[in-house]
């Protein structure tokens, strides 16, 4: 069992800046590659970006390639989401994701994921 909690999301103007971290319960977080992934009102929940057990493999989407920056520091047990010059459509609640080694590819779509956090709201203002 794995335990998420995010935390560090709020109210941003265009242009900003914040760090979502996502702390885990469990001693074998080191053993789960992590996801962040993102829901914005009357849309499905749309993959961000992940991570390796490792941290040496990361994923981006698109939509958030050279702006957004994840890593992980397996010693707190947390993962973490840098935003960089967050645009209103970065507008969502972010979700932390866990799933286990074994699956293949380290990042997938988020019914291969085994745990979630309760999310976090991302509000950014034009």
């Known amino acids: 069992q794995v335990q998420l909690v995010e935390s560090g999301g709020g109210l941003v103007q265009a242009g900003g800046s914040l760090r979502l971290s996502c702390a885990a319960s469990g001693r074998t977080f080191s053993s789960y590659s992590m996801g962040w992934f993102r829901q914005a009102p009357g849309k499905e929940r749309e993959f961000v970006s992940a991570?390796?057990?490792?941290?040496?493999?990361?994923y981006y989407a698109d939509s958030v390639k050279g702006r957004f920056t994840i890593s992980r520091d397996n010693a707190k047990n947390t993962v973490y989401l840098q935003m960089n010059s967050l645009k209103p459509e970065d507008t969502a609640v972010y979700y932390c994701?866990?799933?286990?080694?074994?699956?293949?590819?380290?990042?997938?779509?988020?019914?291969?994921?085994?745990?979630w956090g309760q999310g976090t709201q991302v509000t950014v203002s034009s």
């Open positions: 991570i390796s057990w490792s941290g040496g493999r990361i």
């Open positions: 994701a866990a799933r286990p080694q074994g699956r293949g590819s380290f990042y997938g779509p988020a019914i291969t994921y085994d745990y």
